[in-house]
């Protein structure tokens, strides 16, 4: 998986409570992305990074906010956990100065909002 | 709206024919398009990607093609095996500015290949 790590890969949560999930690289690539998978929907970016401290909102960006204090770590907060937000969630990379900017993805975290 | 669609949802064929996968899209001027394959449980993994200015890209036994008039990309697997089932995805990158700020990436919603023996 590109040397992309994810944690927790599986979690379980009660609504109203605040998650973390953790994005780690190591190709030290300037550009990260989070994103919900969900049946029907794909792939849906939630925000993304372009440097340390540099970030934006994807399309589904509400109730979700990140945090990226050094190159490696991309963090993903729900800051108060919902049913709706019970998906599965992908950390991407992606270097675009190299020829295709193709993003590589870590393995994924299944989170379950009860 | 902007949309992309992938046309099929799933999509079964034999051991050896070719697959043809369709991706259709609205509303968008991407630069690139790319195919990814994903695997149950596991994140996407990146295949072909094809400029705008590209009519076909071959990689092995795939082939991308991309017709930009008609806002269409087909992907081909030819001789397919068991092995090349899983999902594959569509997406646009969407960038209008490569140097100034990161390449947005929208992806369709898959099609689930199975190819029996």
């Known amino acids: 998986d590109a040397g992309i790590t994810q944690s927790p890969r599986h979690k379980v949560t009660e609504t109203g409570t605040p998650v973390t999930l953790r994005c780690h690289q190591t190709e030290n690539h300037r550009y990260m992305y989070w994103y919900r998978q969900d049946p029907g929907h794909g792939l849906r970016l939630i925000h993304y990074?372009?440097?340390?401290?540099?970030?934006d909102k994807g399309e589904v960006s509400d109730g979700y906010s990140v945090s990226r204090s050094k190159t490696e770590d991309f963090l993903l907060t729900l800051e108060s956990a919902t049913s709706s937000q019970t998906s599965v969630y992908f950390c991407a990379i992606s270097d675009r100065y190299r020829e295709g900017y193709e993003q590589y993805f870590g393995p994924g975290t299944r989170l379950t909002v009860t | 709206s902007q949309k992309i669609e992938q046309n099929s949802e799933a999509l079964n064929i034999q051991e050896g024919k070719t697959a043809t996968l369709t991706c259709n899209y609205t509303n968008y001027s991407p630069a690139y398009l790319q195919w990814y394959r994903q695997d149950p449980g596991r994140g996407p993994v990146f295949l072909l990607l094809?400029?705008?200015?590209?009519k076909e890209k071959r990689k092995e036994r795939l082939k991308v093609t991309f017709d930009t008039t008609l806002k269409q990309s087909l992907f081909h697997i030819t001789a397919s095996q068991p092995a090349d089932s899983a999902t594959y995805l569509c997406a646009l990158d969407i960038t209008l500015h490569p140097y100034s700020s990161a390449s947005k990436i929208i992806f369709g919603s898959g099609t689930r290949l199975s190819i029996r023996p």
């Open positions: 094809i400029r705008e200015n590209e």
């Open positions: 990074s372009y440097g340390v401290k540099d970030t």
